[in-house]
């Protein structure tokens, strides 16, 4: 399986620099790859400006080429995909959501300039994603043992969210990587 969501914008930029040798995602063709602009997307701290999110990959069909004409996108592991916030603000906010209930407040300390409704949309997106990550990561290491007693029962909604980072935060403790990034990384799948 080819990687294409990267650590660090340095990996993403060696691997495109051998577009030509690599074979497509969908068709499998070598030498049909070219980089195809970006996508951009608003700044987390800056409403009104955009930032690259991500490049995007086209297979050419064109001219003599037997590509499929199919696009794709090369992603770093900081950005996550349909979301404002990068990898590292969502820790910060899932943690702090998860450890004082109040998920209000966890997003007032980020400063971003995101709306408060998208707070919550963001909260449910996590919410619904729970199970597929805690599939994926009981295939990486064992979940931690049971919380201390002054902890969320597993059962409540703030409980299940603490487990499952307690559980990120096991999986990839030796990463350089924040969590969220480490596991977007090495499962090549999106967080949320």
Request: aromatic residues 10%.
């Amino acid at each position: 399986m080819t990687a294409w969501i990267f650590a660090s914008a340095e990996q993403r930029d060696g691997r495109l620099a051998l577009l030509k040798c690599t074979p497509c995602p969908h068709c499998k063709h070598a030498g049909a790859l070219n980089r195809h602009g970006f996508l951009t997307g608003y700044d987390e701290q800056n409403f009104k400006q955009k930032v690259v999110r991500a490049i995007r990959v086209f297979c050419s069909n064109r001219g003599k080429a037997r590509g499929c004409g199919r696009t794709f996108s090369v992603w770093i592991a900081e950005k996550i995909k349909r979301l404002f916030l990068d990898a590292q603000s969502l820790w910060r906010f899932l943690q702090q959501a998860a450890a004082t209930g109040n998920k209000y407040q966890a997003f007032h300390k980020l400063q971003s300039s995101m709306s408060q409704s998208a707070i919550y949309r963001t909260w449910n997106r996590f919410r619904k994603a729970q199970s597929k990550i805690r599939t994926t990561l009981a295939a990486i290491c064992p979940p931690p043992r049971q919380f201390p007693p002054n902890e969320p029962a597993e059962n409540d909604d703030r409980g299940a969210a603490h487990a499952t980072l307690a559980h990120l935060k096991e999986a990839f403790k030796a990463s350089a990587l924040n969590p969220i990034a480490a596991y977007q990384a090495l499962t090549q799948s999106f967080f949320i």
